[in-house]
């Protein structure tokens, strides 16, 4: 399955229960996550997308460790599975907040 399809399925998804998906582009700023979703309750979470076999390039290790430093949630989701995962965890914790 290809990158574009998993990506838009995560942005109908998290529409469907209330959430943002904004597409991140940061001019300047090369290899920063792919989505950064909010829930209805506020949770914000940054979301790199690859296809099962799909690899993060140096630039996008750099970023996501950039984030992770600073506090930021950040997740690298690989295939469909992985994205029905995340979504059944964030939107299950953001409807009954733990």
Not at 3 to 15: A, F, G, T
Request: proline share 5%; with cysteine; aromatic share 8%.
């Amino acid at each position: 399955m290809r990158e574009s399809s998993i990506e838009s399925y995560l942005v109908r998804k998290v529409k469907e229960h209330g959430g943002l998906c904004y597409k991140f582009v940061s001019p300047g700023n090369p290899g920063v996550p792919d989505r950064i979703v909010i829930t209805p309750t506020g949770k914000t979470v940054y979301v790199e997308l690859k296809t099962e076999i799909g690899r993060l390039a140096k630039v996008q290790r750099w970023q996501r460790s950039e984030l992770e430093k600073r506090g930021a949630d950040v997740r690298v989701l690989y295939g469909m599975d992985a994205v029905k995962e995340f979504l059944r965890e964030v939107f299950t914790d953001a409807v009954h907040p733990a």
